[in-house]
């Protein structure tokens, strides 16, 4: 079937998972299949998730027929080591990232877990095939950029014309469901007025958002949020009767701000 407006396509779900061990961090991973403005179809993955998902990255796009080198465009939502160590394995793609955040990676907090000063390597790397954007950027007819900072200094959203209305893809200026319905970001790292305002900015925009990690939803006019997918999860190497293993019903929202977030400036 030809395509004559984008489309969006969920490679790999986003999903809330903690432990008290340490993080999962499972971001979504989205495909946006779409003309430009010469009616040739360009495709666009928004957000690559890390190392530990490549294999199933790679199983997602067989599924449909593609590889690795049929991706032109790949946008990083923000520079978290859970949402950009597969950059890597898109040889040919342009890499779109905005340009606070790479100014950002040059010198990031000493207390920013989420990016370690080698994420700046790792960007550095392909810095021939960067480009630094900010709102209003079209990246096909239908896809745009929208600035969605706070989380981290350069965080950006994606806005997707499509025949549902608009789309966000949000990354992790909108985490989840309860951040969208609490308008509080669940973990700043750089602001966290402009966080919040962030939220509301893209809630305001968008008819279903695409979150950094949970499944996308559907903003009703009664304030309530209705899932688009199905929840699909399987946890797999430990029996449900270990001995041990505890599951904890979700406390509801707790927010988490990086120390020292007041002393966050960009490098020159």
């Not at 745009?144 to 949000?170: F, R």
């Not at 293993?245 to 509801?252: A, C, P, Q, S, Y």
């Amino acid at each position: 079937m030809e395509l004559t407006r984008p489309a969006v396509d969920t490679l790999l779900e986003g999903y809330r998972l903690g432990t008290d061990q340490g993080s999962i961090a499972f971001c979504a991973v989205n495909l946006i299949e779409g003309p430009d403005e010469h009616g040739v179809v360009k495709r666009i993955v928004v957000d690559t998730g890390h190392t530990g998902r490549r294999t199933d990255l790679d199983s997602a796009l067989q599924q449909r027929g593609l590889s690795r080198s049929d991706i032109d465009i790949v946008v990083c939502t923000h520079a978290h080591w859970d949402h950009i160590e597969n950059i890597d394995i898109f040889d040919r793609a342009e890499i779109v990232l905005h340009k606070n955040e790479r100014r950002y990676l040059r010198q990031p907090h000493r207390n920013d877990f989420a990016c370690p000063e080698w994420i700046d390597s790792v960007v550095g790397r392909f810095d021939h095939r960067v480009r630094e954007v900010e709102e209003g950027v079209r990246l096909i007819p239908g896809v745009e950029i929208v600035d969605a900072p706070g989380h981290s200094a350069g965080t950006i959203a994606v806005t997707v014309a499509d025949n549902d209305g608009i789309a966000v893809l949000a990354g992790d200026s909108i985490q989840n469901s309860t951040v969208a319905r609490e308008r509080r970001n669940a973990l700043v790292f750089w602001n966290d007025e402009l966080a919040s305002a962030t939220i509301d900015k893209l809630l305001t925009i968008g008819d279903v958002i695409y979150p950094g990690h949970d499944q996308p939803f559907r903003v009703g006019s009664n304030g309530h949020f209705e899932y688009v997918h199905d929840f699909h999860l399987t946890l797999t190497g430990v029996p449900a009767d270990q001995p041990g293993l505890r599951f904890r019903v979700d406390e509801g929202f707790q927010q988490t701000i990086m120390p020292g977030i007041e002393e966050q400036r960009l490098p020159e």
